[in-house]
C-alpha cells in the first residue's frame, strides 16, 4: 500500500478561498516533500518538510508536519484559478526510495 | 535551461516488441530515477540510481531494466512489453537523492496492446 494518502481525494473551492490537503503515512521518515502536477504533465516540487520541523512556509503554502500522528497538511491560502491541479505528497521509504501518495485533485473554480 | 528530457513522449507499440525510454539531465544531478502513474495508484518507484553505475529496485521494477552508464542519462528498457505496462512514465532526478527535491521530465505515454 502507499505509504502517503491524501486526503480528500478530490477538493473544489471558489477563487480566493483557502485549499487545506492532508497526507497521512505510515512509517518514520527523514522528510516529506509536496508536489503538484497539472493535468498529465511532469510534478513540481512545492515544498520540503523535515522530521524535525513543525511548520514551513513558502509564498502562499503554508505545510505542518505532525510526527507523532505521521500526518502532514498542504495550505493553500487565497487559491487562485492556476492552483487548480493534481497535489502529491512523497516519503523518503529507506535507501533512497520514494512513496507518493495518490494525491488530492484541486479544482478552484473562478 | 535546467531541465530532465524524455523521449519518447507518446508511444504505441505491441507485445514484446522490445522498447527503451530515454532520460536525460542537465543539472549534473547524481540521483536518478523512474516513476509509473496509474489512475488511483498515484506514482510507484521503478528504479532508481545514486550514480554512474549504481541502480536498484523501487517499488515495482518487475518487467524493467534500466542502465546508468553516464552520468546525464538513465533510460528505462522493457525489453517484452506487457499491456499491464501501458502507463505513463515519469523520469526525474535531483542534486543527492531523496532529501532533495526531484525534477521531473515531461512524461512518456506508453500504450502496449
Known amino acids: 500500500s502507499q505509504q502517503g494518502e491524501e486526503d480528500p481525494q478530490a477538493l473544489s473551492i471558489q477563487e480566493g478561498e483557502n485549499a487545506t490537503m492532508n497526507c497521512s503515512y505510515k512509517?518514520?521518515?527523514?522528510?516529506l516533500q509536496w508536489y503538484r502536477q497539472n493535468s498529465g504533465r511532469g510534478l513540481v516540487h512545492l515544498i520540503l518538510?523535515?522530521?524535525?520541523?513543525r511548520e514551513k512556509h513558502s509564498g502562499r503554502l503554508r505545510v505542518t508536519l505532525d510526527t507523532s500522528k505521521k500526518s502532514s497538511s498542504l495550505l493553500i491560502t487565497a487559491s487562485r484559478a492556476a492552483d487548480t491541479a493534481s497535489y502529491f505528497c512523497?516519503?523518503?521509504?529507506?535507501?533512497?526510495?520514494?512513496?507518493f501518495g495518490t494525491g488530492t485533485k484541486l479544482q478552484v473554480i473562478p | 535551461e535546467a531541465q530532465v528530457t524524455q523521449n519518447p513522449r507518446y508511444l504505441i507499440t505491441v507485445t514484446g516488441k522490445k522498447l527503451t525510454v530515454t532520460c536525460s539531465q542537465n543539472?549534473?544531478?547524481?540521483?536518478m530515477s523512474w516513476y509509473r502513474q496509474d489512475p488511483g495508484l498515484g506514482l510507484r518507484q521503478i528504479y532508481y540510481?545514486?550514480?554512474?553505475?549504481?541502480?536498484d529496485k523501487g517499488d515495482v521494477p518487475e518487467g524493467y531494466k534500466v542502465s546508468r552508464k553516464e552520468k546525464r542519462n538513465f533510460p528505462l528498457i522493457l525489453e517484452s512489453p506487457s499491456p499491464n505496462q501501458t502507463s505513463l512514465y515519469f523520469c526525474?532526478?535531483?542534486?543527492?537523492?531523496?532529501?532533495?527535491?526531484?525534477?521531473f521530465g515531461p512524461g512518456t505515454r506508453l500504450t502496449v496492446t
Open positions: 526525474a532526478s535531483s542534486f543527492r537523492g531523496r532529501a532533495y527535491e526531484q525534477y
Open positions: 512509517t518514520s521518515i527523514n522528510n
Open positions: 512523497a516519503t523518503d521509504g529507506g535507501y533512497q526510495k520514494v512513496t
Open positions: 543539472m549534473n544531478h547524481e540521483y
Open positions: 518538510i523535515r522530521s524535525n520541523e
Open positions: 540510481s545514486m550514480n554512474v553505475e549504481v541502480t
